[in-house]
């Protein structure tokens, strides 16, 4: 079974700064998916950034990037130039293709502070 | 336009009576699905529509959770004699196709079992 895993229940920033969110997984599978996810406090989960495995570029998607380590099977998110409207619970997730569930890690709080 | 809907907001019942939580997914999206997510959990899968089938219903934790989807858009999550463990903030998403595509989130129902 897939496990995905969070270290950091709480993580905070300055505002502008940058700041890094780990997670790791654990997956016998080579074809998968990785996924961050904000929930702020509305419960509305958001995607904010989405890596395919099979690719060895990292995804980026404005301020949001990400570091794919596929052997040590990591996917930190980096977030840039950190805003208040950051502030939020963030979630990694990880699907297998083929499969037609996510599995979600226990999420990181991230508070943005001015 | 409009985005995934779930009602009731929030729902407070007592322990034993039934409820019935409603998704309206975005106009045209054949996958639906539900997670749960308890109190500084993650979210947790509950199942899977690919139209009016349900492919994967690994996820529900008793047999006292059922779920259909009718006209492949509505779906209805049904819990039968609730128990405290089952108070969680229940969520419904769908996509376009599969998986790995974008899931969109509802807002949730937040279920309170006293």
């Known amino acids: 079974a897939q496990t995905v895993t969070q270290s950091q229940p709480e993580m905070s920033v300055q505002e502008a700064e940058t700041v890094t969110l780990s997670c790791t997984y654990d997956?016998?599978?080579?074809?998968?998916?990785l996924f961050w996810y904000k929930q702020p406090p509305s419960r509305q989960m958001i995607l904010v950034i989405r890596?395919?495995?099979?690719?060895?570029q990292n995804a980026t998607e404005n301020r949001f990037s990400v570091n794919f380590q596929k052997a040590a099977k990591s996917f930190s998110l980096k977030i840039s130039d950190s805003q208040l409207g950051d502030a939020a619970m963030y979630f990694c997730?990880?699907?297998?293709?083929?499969?037609?569930?996510?599995?979600f890690g226990t999420g990181t709080r991230l508070t943005i502070i001015p | 336009g409009a985005g995934v809907s779930q009602s009731p907001s929030n729902k407070v019942t007592e322990k034993g009576k039934d409820v019935e939580l409603r998704c309206d997914p975005i106009?045209?999206?054949?996958?639906l699905y539900w997670y749960r997510q308890s109190l500084g959990q993650g979210l947790e899968f509950l199942i899977y529509?690919?139209?009016?089938?349900?492919?994967?219903k690994s996820g529900l934790p008793s047999d006292r959770f059922s779920a259909e989807r009718t006209g492949g858009s509505v779906s209805t999550l049904t819990i039968q004699r609730t128990q405290q463990e089952d108070s969680a903030v229940y969520l419904c998403?769908?996509?376009?196709?599969?998986?790995?595509?974008?899931?969109?989130f509802g807002p949730g129902t937040r279920l309170t079992v006293t």
């Open positions: 106009s045209g999206h054949t996958a």
């Open positions: 997956t016998s599978e080579s074809d998968y998916y």
């Open positions: 997730a990880f699907c297998d293709f083929g499969n037609e569930k996510l599995t």
């Open positions: 998403a769908s996509s376009s196709r599969a998986q790995y595509d974008e899931q969109y």
């Open positions: 529509f690919q139209g009016n089938s349900a492919p994967d």
């Open positions: 890596q395919e495995a099979y690719k060895q």
